[in-house]
């Protein structure tokens, strides 16, 4: 994908990948700057279930309006191409700065509280980011900390639908989408999950902070 145009974005580098896409730097060359594009993976774009999905979670996100959750700009498509434009944010995951025997009290609290800050305003709103972990919190290089990849949200919705058929599709596709050792319980089960199961993968990710290891262990992932 690196130099090629999908509408009016031109594609420079390779920044990552989440649960439902890879993310791409690019260049809005109508409006003479960076981006965040998102691409859909292809089989999750062919998914009615997953794509509805999709839609209307961005949607939701597009009206997050939070310093510390990273702003989706729009949702496009192009030569056959599903994608979201976002906020490009120069910086490093926090996955990158996390020091081997864990962070002194005063650093963990800098990144903490805002990130805590951040997740509550998800929530408030009705959106369970459902894959916290260190790898989607960035850390911007002026010191800004941004919740990132809400690719595998979680909508609150009235008639009990949208994400939650999604995630049907998934398990019975025999795919767990997340990061194992920091999802809660209910989501390795396949079961319904909600704001807690976010307070469990993020008192995960503080532990990790502080100690430098993961609070769980065993014989495989799931364990």
């Not at 509408?7 to 390779?14: F, M, N, V």
């Not at 594009?37 to 999709?54: N, V």
């Not at 839609?55 to 959750?69: D, I, M, S």
Request: a positive charge; hydrophobic letters at 40%; aromatic letters at 6%.
């Amino acid at each position: 994908m690196i130099g090629k145009t999908l509408a009016h974005y031109r594609i420079l580098e390779t920044l990552g990948k989440g649960g439902t896409g890879k993310v791409y730097l690019a260049e809005d060359t109508k409006l003479n700057r960076q981006v965040a594009l998102k691409i859909l993976k292809r089989d999750l774009s062919s998914d009615s279930d997953m794509l509805l999905a999709f839609e209307r979670e961005t949607q939701a996100l597009a009206t997050l309006n939070h310093p510390g959750v990273v702003t989706v700009y729009s949702v496009e498509e192009d030569q056959g191409v599903r994608f979201l434009t976002m906020e490009y944010i120069a910086g490093k995951p926090l996955r990158k700065l996390l020091p081997k025997y864990g962070m002194r009290l005063d650093r963990f609290l800098e990144i903490a509280i805002p990130l805590t800050d951040a997740l509550s305003a998800a929530h408030e709103r009705g959106i369970t980011h459902r894959d916290i972990k260190p790898r989607n919190v960035m850390v911007a290089d002026d010191g800004r900390i941004k919740v990132v990849d809400f690719g595998l949200a979680k909508l609150r919705t009235g008639d009990g639908t949208g994400s939650e058929k999604a995630t049907a599709t998934l398990f019975r596709k025999g795919e767990i989408r997340g990061t194992i050792p920091y999802l809660s319980p209910e989501q390795v089960l396949g079961q319904s999950c909600g704001p807690p199961s976010d307070v469990f993968s993020l008192g995960t990710t503080f532990y990790m902070m502080l100690t430098g290891m993961r609070p769980f262990t065993g014989r495989n992932a799931m364990a």
